[in-house]
């Protein structure tokens, strides 16, 4: 049951992706399509950890937050991230989500990310923030749990900048040709982001 509710809120996440953003008509700041990362021309791979990468969650009890990341395969811990993770606030179940890799220019800055799922997208609000642990700022912003876990569920996504570069994409399968600056894995994050979302629960 649990999951082809998992299945049904996947494809829920899609269908609300594909209605915020109908192909809008060209114009600052749009695209007339909103293609795949495979599809998107004129973006090189700077760094693809596809193969290396996988997520691991941590309970943390206080004073550090349960926390969701993407690490290496070999002995990773989630507090060496590989460029995502997300941290949640026990008391009322807010999910920061922290991108890594970000220009050092922006820090402070605000911006608008789109989440792309196949031919949808969900915009996501942020702020360019320090990441003590990386020489490079984090676009920091918030993510319910529903699409946290809609999004776990899938067998890709990515990442726009405002500016409308594919900067990161997410495969569960390595071998996924895909054209964005930085390629991670989503090996495990389904079951992963279920623990993460289970300590994140208010109590």
């Known amino acids: 049951m649990l999951k082809r509710l998992s299945l049904l809120a996947a494809a829920g996440l899609m269908a609300a992706a594909c209605a915020n953003n109908p192909a809008p008509a ?8 909103t293609p795949s990362p495979s599809a998107s021309a004129g973006t090189a ?3 693809n950890v596809a ?16 926390i969701l990341a993407l ?6 811990t989630v507090d060496q991230p590989q460029g995502f993770w997300m941290t949640c606030n026990p008391s009322n179940g807010q999910v920061t989500a922290h991108l890594g890799k970000q220009p050092a220019g922006r820090l402070g800055q605000t911006a608008s990310y789109q989440i792309r799922v196949g031919a949808g997208s969900k915009e996501i609000e942020g702020k360019f923030a320090a990441n ?8 920091v912003f918030t993510m ?12 890709m996504m990515s990442v726009v900048t405002d500016g ?5 994409a997410f495969v569960k399968d390595p071998a996924t040709k895909v054209q964005a600056k ?3 894995s989503m090996k495990d994050m389904t079951a992963q982001a279920k623990d993460f979302l289970t300590w994140c629960n208010p109590k």
């Not at 060209?26 to 399509?33: E, I, L």
């Not at 003590?132 to 676009?139: G, I, L, M, Q, V």
Request: aromatic letters at 6%.
């Open 26 to 33: 060209p114009g600052p700041g749009t695209t007339s399509a």
């Open 45 to 47: 791979t700077v760094l």
């Open 51 to 66: 193969g290396t990468t996988q997520w691991s969650a941590e309970e943390r009890l206080m004073p550090q937050d349960p």
């Open 71 to 76: 690490v290496n395969a070999s002995g990773g």
């Open 132 to 139: 003590p642990k990386a020489p490079d700022p984090d676009f």
């Open 144 to 155: 319910a749990s529903s699409d946290l876990l809609n999004l776990s569920q899938l067998d």
């Open 164 to 168: 409308g570069e594919v900067q990161w």
């Open 182 to 184: 930085y390629v991670g």
